[in-house]
Nanobody, 123 residues
Framework: VQLQASGGGLVQAGGSLRLSCTASRRTSSNNAVGWFRQTPGKERKFVAAINWNGGSTDYTDSVKGRFSISRDRARNMVYLQMNSLKPEDTAVYYC?????????????????WGQGTQVTVSS
């Protein structure tokens, strides 16, 4: 499975971005998908996840109410809508496919990763 993340960029604080993640195979439609982010010198951290059919989602506390994850199973696409962005949201964002159908925040449950897309929020 190959993943392609896109949609990152430079935005001012308070602005919005929508990240997209596409998978190369339909296999991903039966698996949960997550977004993670990483800053230089820090470990990769969970941001959001959506289960296999889009019926359940989960977010890290710092993005609740600002970020929204969704998926289009027919197109093998997963999106992360990011609103009210803050400078502390600056990171490389990665999408990943879980080996599970249900939600997980653990990196260990995500064997497939995209290449990452840079999000920079200026103050």
């Amino acid at each position: 499975v190959q993943l392609q993340a896109s949609g990152g960029g430079l935005v001012q604080a308070g602005g919005s971005l929508r990240l997209s993640c596409t998978a190369s195979r339909r296999t991903s439609s039966n698996n949960a998908v997550g977004w993670f982010r990483q800053t230089p010198g820090k470990e990769r951290k969970f941001v959001a996840a959506i289960n296999w059919n889009g019926g359940s989602t989960d977010y890290t506390d710092s993005v609740k109410g600002r970020f929204s994850i969704s998926r289009d199973r027919a197109r093998n696409m997963v999106y992360l809508q990011m609103n009210s962005l803050k400078p502390e949201d600056t990171a490389v964002y990665y999408c990943a496919i879980s080996r599970l159908s249900q939600l997980s925040m653990s990196l260990q449950n995500y064997p497939y990763w995209g290449q990452g897309t840079q999000v920079t929020v200026s103050s």
